[in-house]
DNA sequence: TTATTTATCTTGTATATACAACTTTTTGTC
DNA sequence: GACAAAAAGTTGTATATACAAGATAAATAA
């Protein structure tokens, strides 16, 4: 017998007459409450769906909307075959949209223009190869591109890319499509993951940005998936006087 | 007779075919690359669920699925008793969770303290009553404190509160809970933004957090909103040495 | 006991149907 | 033409049903 959650199908009864919106809404809300005040804890059973449906009086494609949806929102975890979960709290995560800094500086009104300073076939390093998920000596693409806005530089953005996934990288006219929008084009972004950090840089990157060597930087590290597989990853770097990151988010549980 | 978006959903019937998932996954693919690539210009009319039932052969509950997932993606938008249209712009958007500084500490395994710095009640000043949204003058909590990581100091966390939300905030003991937890408890954050920057500390700052001032830091501001009120704005000052932002996303059309 | 098969439970998807709510268009009436 | 009513189109929700797919538990056979 497996783990039976009806009596918490059952309490959930009183919270769903209280509210008056849609049905799925208000077992979403009762069930995201409960989540939310701790009294479901994390990785706790959850109430199957046809636990939901005896207690409830609701049909199944009901309770599936509400679990499902919740699950997209990261409130839970499903896992065909066994049963839903409490999600794990997110420890860090920040979700992010891939910003493109081309279209970026085009929404600004400011003209963009980028310069290639490297773009090569190479072996991944064993820096790279963990980085990107793949063995030492695996064939990889490396670019190096400066990013000006208004002739003025603003981020230098360097790359590296699992070969095999996009075999024509190196064709790419990168002073016209930005690597961003290349790869977004040939693999659809599925997934991708952000490291933020203030750092200094170096007096080579200092030169290509024209800026300061005391002056910070904002160096953003991302690693981009395509279908469960690690595409790239890169390392963008901006004067701190001349970017900023800009975030928006809504509906915290 | 409304507009009609009959051929735009034959033309869907191709793509369809290539695919091999979920029927609704498999839709909302077709559909998404349309739009991805512009050949479904914003704003333009899609398909009605009518005319995907109609073209494709599915159920309208599949077409329904696949459209309404898309738009709470924010790819498409949809009006009741008019129809569904291609969204107007990719946000600028990044989403972000809200951070606390001492969950994050604890979920690394380490020790968490804070020093209350300053703790008062204020009428705002000029950029503090426009940062909140409010009038000059109006009265607000203000709180600086100062967070350590196993005896490290790892933030420096300015804030300045409407009071009139949180009109308890002064008797909070901010030396075992985060004014983030607090304000978190007492007004559910629903809105929020983010901007990060790399900058340099000043002197003061430096020296509370036992940094050099030549040493790069990631400050974050952010404000919060509840219930379309905005609650609070701080500013979250971090060396970059000792501090690192990092986000995971998914699934960006 | 051990291994294999079977049954059962769970989520995932797809369909058909029905009605509600909202908007636009058409029709009817004055 | 102006106004009102009716019809049609569209999305929103709810239900019942069916089968597929994965995982676990129970029964069976060696």
Not at 87 to 115: C, T
Not at 209 to 226: D, F, H, K
Request: aromatic share 6%; net charge negative; charged share 20%.
């Amino acid at each position: 017998m497996r783990q039976q959650s009806q009596h918490l199908a059952d309490e959930l009864k009183t919270s769903l007459t209280e509210g008056n919106g849609p049905l799925y809404e208000q077992l979403k809300q009762a069930i995201a409450s409960r989540v939310r005040d701790g009294s479901w804890a994390a990785l706790q059973r959850v109430p199957s769906e046809a636990e939901l449906v005896k207690a409830l009086a609701v049909s199944r494609m009901t309770a599936n909307r509400a679990l499902r949806e919740l699950t997209t929102e990261g409130i839970l975890q499903r896992q065909q075959g066994v049963g839903t979960f409490v999600a794990e709290k997110k420890l860090p995560s920040a979700l992010s949209e891939i910003h493109d800094i081309a279209e970026e500086i085009a929404s600004r009104g400011n003209q963009h223009r980028a310069e290639v300073l490297c773009l090569e076939r190479a072996q991944a390093s064993q820096q790279e190869a963990s980085g990107l998920g793949v063995r030492t000596g695996h064939p990889v693409f490396r670019s190096l591109l400066l990013h000006f806005e208004n002739q003025l530089p603003i981020q230098l953005e360097s790359r590296v890319i699992n070969a095999e996934l996009a075999p024509e990288y190196l064709e790419q006219d990168f002073t016209s499509v930005t690597p961003s929008a290349y790869l977004s084009r040939i693999a659809p972004l599925t997934e991708g993951e952000h490291l933020v950090e203030a750092v200094l840089a170096t007096a080579e990157q200092a030169n290509w940005l024209q800026m300061n060597v005391t002056e910070p930087c904002l160096q953003i590290q991302r690693r981009t998936w395509s279908r469960g597989e690690l595409v790239a990853s890169a390392r963008l770097l901006s004067p701190g006087s001349r970017f900023q990151l800009f975030g928006h988010f809504g509906r915290s549980i």
